[in-house]
C-alpha cells in the first residue's frame, strides 16, 4: 500500500469535510450517552470554528493514491477557548500556561486502521504540538462508545483525566515530559 500524507493548509481545510461528517456519524453510531448532541456535529459546526478560534493549526491527510483515507487535526489555542456554551473541557486553573495542544479530530476510514497509519499521524502531530515552547498540557477527547480510541491513546502516553457531559466526552491529559518520555 502506498499512503501520501499531505499537510493541509488552514485556507483548504474543506478537503477534510467528507471525512469529518464521516468521523461524526462514526462517533454517533459508536455513541450510547446523548447520542442526539451528534445530530447537529458536522464539518461546519465542528472542525470550521476549531481552526477559527485556533491560535495555529496542523491537519494532515492521508491518501492511497487519489482517495481520502483519513485525516487528523490538531491544534495550539488559548486555554479559554475550551469553556464554552457547550462545555468546560478542563479545569483552566490547572493549565498554568496560557495556550493548550489539542489532538482534537482524528479519522481512519475502517479499511485502512491496520497499517500504522493512526501511529504516524499522532506522531507527526505530538511532534508538531511540541514545537510550541509555550505549550506543555495536551489534551484529546474521546466520544463515549469509541473504546479503540481510547486505548489508542492510552497506549500513547494519555491518561484519562475526567469525563464531561455525563460522559459523553472522556478526557485524556498528558504533557510534554511524558511525551517525551514515552517517545
Known amino acids: 500500500m502506498n499512503f501520501q500524507y499531505e499537510i493541509i493548509p488552514d485556507d483548504q481545510i474543506d478537503v477534510c469535510k467528507d471525512l469529518c461528517n464521516e468521523l461524526m456519524?462514526?462517533?454517533k453510531s459508536l455513541s450510547y450517552i446523548k447520542r442526539e448532541l451528534f445530530d447537529t456535529m458536522?464539518?461546519?459546526t465542528r472542525l470550521l470554528p476549531s481552526v477559527k478560534n485556533a491560535s495555529s493549526n496542523y491537519t494532515i491527510l492521508v491518501k492511497e493514491n487519489d482517495q481520502k483515507i483519513g485525516y487528523v487535526y490538531s491544534n495550539v489555542s488559548p486555554k479559554e477557548v475550551y469553556s464554552n456554551d457547550f462545555a468546560t473541557f478542563f479545569d483552566l486553573s490547572s493549565v498554568h500556561n496560557k495556550t493548550v495542544g489539542c489532538l482534537s479530530q482524528f479519522y481512519?476510514?475502517?479499511g485502512y486502521r491496520q497499517y500504522g497509519i493512526g501511529s504516524k499521524l499522532f506522531d507527526m502531530s505530538m511532534q508538531w504540538l511540541m514545537k510550541f515552547d509555550d505549550v506543555d498540557d495536551y489534551f484529546i477527547y474521546v466520544s463515549n462508545g469509541n473504546n479503540q480510541a481510547l486505548e489508542f491513546y492510552k497506549r500513547k502516553g494519555f491518561t484519562i483525566?475526567?469525563?464531561i457531559l455525563d460522559g459523553f466526552?472522556?478526557?485524556l491529559r498528558s504533557n510534554k515530559h511524558s511525551i517525551l518520555m514515552k517517545g
Open 161 to 163: 483525566s475526567h469525563e
Open 169 to 171: 466526552i472522556t478526557v
Open 42 to 44: 458536522n464539518f461546519e
Open 25 to 27: 456519524a462514526y462517533q
Open 108 to 110: 481512519i476510514k475502517e
